[in-house]
């Protein structure tokens, strides 16, 4: 394989869709968003995305068998025939952070593929890492021009989470969430991109549920989201006793005060 190939296996008629992402990267926040995504709706996959860009290995799948890495594309028809239709991609990895052609060769095969399916709005979902959590993780978000600031905040009117618009000027978006959005810029399209704060360390289904609350308010559907509470759960216990171990190395490796070596020769 010398190049990124898509594999089509159905071209469905849609309907003005939105493209939305989900690969893997800080906390698989926007894998795990754009999984549980796929799930409640019952989307239809339809294509693979294969490249020698991806990491040279293959996965061990059920009953022995091995399948080489991939990105996955899903349909779903909105039953309203007032909405729109959605294209989502996750899949097994994003190409390695040194390989920047190989990231561009990449954007670029995808938004060629759902540009044949008049794709003109893209929606971008990942995590932003963060030293500290403090309550209910935030969206931070940005857009492709300056006039969908205010589109987008009317869409978001409501939403249960706290979004933040980005004014970190010089700030990046990496990987396929920013690089969809600049390289579809250039092709006349449009979009926001929604990261949720993440500690980045352990697989964030709080933050995954933050920016999926907020992508299913801009695209007015509503989603089943027990099952990302339910993992969420998890996520709350792993963090406390990450808490707890590093508040145990941080008291083990203070020194001892006055008061505490005194308190030791008695």
């Not at 205010?150 to 978001?156: C, F, R």
Request: proline share 5%.
């Amino acid at each position: 394989m010398k190049e990124t190939r898509i594999y089509v296996y159905e071209r469905p008629q849609l309907r003005d869709p939105v493209f939305i992402e989900g690969l893997p990267g800080i906390g698989l926040v926007g894998k795990l968003a754009a999984e549980h995504l796929i799930q409640e709706l019952e989307a239809v996959k339809f294509a693979e995305l294969y490249s020698p860009h991806f990491m040279h290995q293959v996965l061990i799948k059920k009953n022995s068998v091995v399948e080489l890495m991939k990105n996955e594309f899903y349909y779903w028809k909105n039953p309203d025939e007032n909405g729109r239709d959605l294209i989502i991609i996750t899949g097994d990895q994003q190409v390695p952070p040194t390989d920047s052609p190989g990231h561009f060769e990449v954007v670029g095969k995808m938004l060629d593929f759902v540009s044949e399916f008049g794709v003109r709005e893209i929606i971008t979902m990942g995590g932003y890492q963060v030293p500290e959590l403090q309550g209910e993780p935030k969206v931070l978000a940005a857009v492709t021009h300056e006039e969908l600031v205010e589109y987008y905040k009317a869409k978001l009117e409501g939403c249960q989470v706290e979004v933040v618009w980005r004014e970190d000027e010089g700030g990046a978006i990496v990987g396929a969430a920013g690089l969809l959005l600049g390289v579809g810029k250039l092709r006349s399209m449009f979009g926001i991109s929604l990261l949720g704060e993440s500690l980045g360390y352990i697989v964030d289904a709080k933050a995954a549920k933050s920016i999926l609350s907020a992508a299913t308010k801009i695209l007015g559907i509503e989603l089943d989201m027990s099952a990302l509470d339910e993992r969420a759960k998890e996520t709350e216990e792993i963090l406390k006793k990450v808490q707890e171990m590093q508040r145990a190395m941080l008291e083990q490796a203070m020194p001892p005060t006055p008061e505490e070596e005194d308190r030791g020769y008695l």
